[in-house]
């Protein structure tokens, strides 16, 4: 298991932007995928985009395409999640997770699918 640390929440006003951070902490591995999570208060954590750390290639839940992006350092043990224009309902406690390479596949959306997983970091957006 992977030590993971996000960084970054904070309460912002709608149509703000936020960088929210995740950190593999001493490993020396690489990971085949690291993806962002949410869960709102009472409800199921939901996928919010993935990055293939390898190749860069990004893919989005529908709720947040098109007003964010993941990105890594080139070291591909740190990732950013940046979104603009954020609203009410993107408040939550963002996740991060992160499947190592020796993996066959990425989990993608699959939240069971992870073995690592940050404390989270929350974000609170005020209308």
């Known amino acids: 298991q992977v030590h993971l640390v996000e960084s970054g929440g904070g309460s912002v006003q709608a149509g703000d932007t936020l960088r929210l951070s995740c950190v593999a902490i001493?490993?020396?591995?690489?990971?085949?995928?690291m993806s962002w999570f949410r869960q709102a208060s009472g409800k199921e954590r939901e996928w919010v985009g993935t990055?293939?750390?390898?190749?860069?290639?990004?893919y989005y839940d529908n709720s947040v395409l098109g007003r964010s992006t993941i990105s890594q350092d080139n070291d591909k043990k740190t990732m950013h999640l940046q979104m603009h224009n954020l609203t009410p309902e993107d408040s939550a406690m963002y996740y991060c997770a992160a499947e190592p390479a020796t993996s066959t596949s990425c989990p993608l959306g699959w939240t069971e699918g992870y073995k690592s997983w940050g404390q989270g970091t929350q974000v609170t957006v005020s209308s």
């Open positions: 001493a490993y020396s591995g690489n990971f085949q995928c």
């Open positions: 990055i293939f750390t390898l190749s860069g290639s990004t």
